[in-house]
């Protein structure tokens, strides 16, 4: 076929063009009431002062634990992850330090008491008719532990067997008390006390772990 012969192309790709044109004109006029712009996401910097201030706000809520404010379920709504793997890997190297042999198994044993009181927590409140996942159980077990951290601390500085007991009683107390508040919103006000049972045992689990590590 000679050069004279060639199909023109340029006609067809003209309407080609012109149909794009019209299809992005009307979808530009029609778009903003229909589309919203898309949300870049927000950059590492920003997002850390947001965290550190929802750590701090669900922390306060376990230091001075209160069953009648007007939100008692907060924390368990707003829940995090680093808050409670802070704590749980601080309770972890505290203990470890304690032991004078075993010191990775007893690492272990933390991180596997908390995991396992999780789950047990989570099928415990499913099982009550409650409404919670896995993540919410771990994040309250997390930072009703602090308490149990203070204590653990303060039976690493000193070593005596009648003032592990003493600390070890009253943070438990302290810790029980506080993931009091947030399991009275995850179940019927009738089984609160049933939701916290393996709640007080895992903690129960947790001093004598304190107290028995030397």
């Given at each position: 076929m000679s050069h004279g012969d060639s199909i023109p192309l340029h006609i067809s790709s003209q309407s080609d063009i012109d149909e794009i044109e019209n299809l992005i004109h009307a979808s530009v006029q029609s778009g903003p009431a229909t589309v919203l712009p898309a949300r870049p996401p927000s950059p590492p910097r920003a997002s850390i002062p947001r965290d550190?201030?929802?750590i701090v706000s669900n922390?306060?809520?376990?230091?001075f634990p209160n069953p009648f404010r007007e939100d008692p379920g907060k924390a368990l709504r707003d829940?995090?992850?680093w808050g409670p793997f802070f704590f749980i890997v601080?309770?972890?190297?505290?203990l470890s330090w304690s032991a004078s042999v075993k010191k990775s198994e007893v690492f272990a044993v933390a991180f596997a008491l908390l995991a396992a009181g999780a789950v047990i927590l989570?099928?415990?409140v499913l099982l009550l008719g409650g409404h919670i996942i896995f993540f919410q159980s771990l994040s309250l077990l997390g930072y009703c532990l602090f308490p149990l951290d203070v204590g653990a601390?303060?039976?690493l500085m000193k070593d005596n067997v009648i003032l592990k007991i003493v600390v070890v009683c009253i943070t438990l107390a302290w810790s029980s008390w506080a993931a009091y508040p947030f399991m009275s919103m995850?179940?019927?006000p009738r089984r609160k006390a049933l939701a916290l049972y393996p709640v007080f045992l895992m903690y129960v689990s947790v001093g004598f772990l304190i107290i028995a590590i030397d």
């Open positions: 550190l201030s929802r922390l306060k809520l376990v230091v829940w995090d992850l601080f309770l972890g190297l505290t989570t099928l415990n601390l303060i039976c995850a179940v019927n």
